[in-house]
């Protein structure tokens, strides 16, 4: 076997793993602030590859352009849903708002399933099968846009969370809940703008994801539990972890799948999951609270 | 709060048993197997609720015990002609032999709340990849027995009826365990342990045994529910008992029904089965091929209970129709 596929899938994994940093990246902004386990996240991520692959079958837009409105429409919808219904459960038995969001979930998932069918929906791109050659890697077109768009992306969130008065208003949020409420910020305000942009990550992360994994209803739980992996591994609350925990897994699965077999790849983020929940619950990069 | 029945309650418990005892002499076979699945989802649901209703420890991984029970009195069945009413030993061994191992995981090292219900679906799903790689469990294949050999009730080897009374009495019986468990030191110490966990401490409560002790009644009464559905169904695909949907079936009616009661995993199965049931016949009635509609459903119950009902429909209904004494 030529040495350079080694290279080759480390590469592929860590690209993948970028987009999986972005979707994993919303869970941690809505848990870190809200403190509620968003558990319809992956359901969210299918239903934004099912819009991207209707926008690109229907008018031909490309998931990289798509990807804005997409993200916008699922701002509306998280800040909707966080005033409307999950709002209510901030501050109730961890249990309840799990439930809660665990119904949503299994609703998407039905939803996108009677609407769409079981059958997988790719969309083909005019360069899906493009490839760059750096040095001795060939580096697929696809997954390389897709991996510079999750940064950008993220890099946008991490601007508007360091530079902007909103952005700082949140993380007093997230910081000091009484002490955010007692200097007058409109918590209820500021939490609907959190899981708003927690789903526009989703919404990104999802368009991004169908140029490189073809849409299924069945994808929702696999990809909601490998954003909590993710984020678990990274550290919850930790931006940059959401990233490193993304890659982390990114290119873990694609080894494992190089090494054992495709099918047991997950295998190993489940032990990893384990293994981190045992000897470093607060994760590679977050603090112990 | 423990639910006491007052007398009338009590008349019309006695008279309901009564009523699905004689069921078979006039139900057709089609609402016998609707009442099987009731009896299925009240007996595992309350094995579940055992573990979080009482003790408060939320798994979302309960279809691990239900597949582990199921492969291993299967496969004890299949390979060494070891029938299920010896395999249920074993097969609820192993399945507490992961409880332990989960709780052990879990409790010692304070993986708490929702992060003790990853490490629970970790586990299933771990375990579900696992056996689709396990070629002598038939792999991803799946595992199947034989349904010819009928009329040895000794095996579980029979027709509707037998599953019937056997589907029955393990939801009775659980129910009567929980009922008993509930008035017990350690039923007392679970609800502790739910309500505070450092209170419960400084009371003197071994919590992290009061916890063991909850993970390993659950998972064990679960693994007999996977018994009973190897044997019922007579196929086994780890794609299917360990899929994270199974595990959420499973808790479903105890948490519709109302989470920590006795009653409530009861109530619930006999309002969601006979509701998914109605809506797949009606579905198919008008002609739709809609595969999603019925777990739609569940999802939008699941919503609705949680907004509006949260303690579940039990106490509601116990307070509506005047069912309990509450003491204390």
Request: some cysteine; aromatic content about 12%.
């Amino acid at each position: 076997m030529n040495p350079s596929i080694y290279l080759e899938v480390v590469v592929q994994g860590v690209l993948t793993g970028l987009v999986y940093g972005l979707m994993a990246l919303g869970l941690s902004v809505i848990f870190g602030v809200v403190r509620v386990v968003n558990f319809a996240h992956g359901e969210f991520t299918v239903a934004a590859m099912y819009a991207a692959f209707l926008l690109f079958t229907l008018f031909g837009i490309d998931p990289l352009v798509a990807m804005v409105p997409i993200a916008v429409a699922f701002f509306g919808i998280g800040y909707g849903l966080q005033l409307a219904l999950v709002h209510r459960f901030v501050g109730r038995a961890e249990h309840e708002q799990f439930i809660l969001l665990i119904g949503l979930a299994i609703i998407i998932v039905n939803g996108t399933l009677l609407i769409f069918g079981a059958d997988a929906r790719p969309v083909r791109l005019p360069y899906g099968f493009d490839s760059f050659l750096i040095g001795p890697v060939i580096v697929d077109k696809v997954r390389l846009y897709a991996a510079a768009a999750a940064l950008t992306v993220a890099a946008a969130l991490f601007l508007f969370f360091r530079f902007t008065a909103t952005g700082t208003a949140i993380r007093a949020c997230a910081d000091n809940l009484v002490g955010a409420a007692v200097v007058g910020l409109d918590v209820r305000k500021l939490y609907a703008l959190t899981f708003g942009l927690g789903l526009a990550c989703v919404g990104a992360a999802g368009a991004l994801m169908e140029t490189i994994a073809d849409a299924k209803p069945e994808l929702g739980p696999v990809y909601t539990l490998i954003a909590f992996i993710i984020v678990i591994l990274g550290g919850l609350g930790s931006m940059a972890g959401a990233l490193v925990g993304g890659v982390l897994i990114g290119v873990s699965e694609a080894l494992a799948g190089l090494f054992i077999a495709p099918s047991m790849k997950s295998m190993v983020s489940f032990a990893l999951l384990i293994l981190v929940l045992a000897l470093r619950p607060q994760g590679l990069m977050g603090r112990r609270t | 709060m423990i639910e006491a029945l007052n007398p009338r309650a009590r008349v019309l418990l006695v008279g309901l048993l009564a009523a699905l005892l004689a069921a078979p002499l006039f139900a057709d076979r089609y609402l016998m197997s609707v009442l099987i699945l009731i009896f299925y989802f009240a007996y595992v649901g309350q094995a579940w609720n055992l573990m979080m209703g009482f003790a408060g420890q939320l798994s979302l991984g309960h279809a691990l015990y239900v597949g582990l029970g199921g492969y291993v009195s299967a496969l004890l069945w299949l390979k060494l002609g070891i029938g299920p009413w010896l395999g249920v030993f074993a097969a609820v061994a192993v399945a507490a032999a992961f409880g332990a191992a989960i709780g052990w995981l879990g409790f010692r090292f304070g993986i708490a709340g929702v992060y003790f219900a990853l490490l629970t679906i970790a586990f299933a799903e771990f375990t579900r990849i696992g056996f689709d790689h396990i070629d002598y469990a038939g792999a991803a294949g799946g595992l199947f027995l034989r349904v010819e050999e009928t009329g040895q009730w000794w095996n579980l080897r029979g027709g509707t009826l037998m599953f019937y009374y056997l589907a029955l009495a393990l939801a009775a019986g659980a129910l009567a365990l929980t009922a008993w468990l509930a008035r017990t030191r350690i039923g007392y110490q679970w609800l502790a342990v739910r309500e505070d966990e450092e209170a419960a401490r400084a009371l003197g409560i071994d919590v992290f045994r009061a916890k063991m002790a909850a993970v390993l009644i659950s998972s064990g009464l679960t693994a007999v529910g996977g018994v009973f559905t190897a044997f019922y169904n007579n196929s086994l695909f780890p794609s299917r008992v360990f899929d994270i949907n199974r595990s959420i079936e499973i808790i479903l009616a105890p948490i519709v029904g109302g989470l920590g009661t006795v009653f409530g995993p009861v109530v619930g199965a006999f309002i969601l089965t006979p509701l998914g049931e109605v809506l797949t016949a009606l579905t198919d009635r008008l002609g739709i091929n809609a595969p999603g509609v019925k777990a739609a459903f569940y999802g939008l119950a699941l919503m609705v209970i949680i907004v509006l009902r949260p303690a579940g429909v039990w106490p509601w209904l116990a307070r509506v129709l005047r069912l309990t004494e509450h003491r204390r």
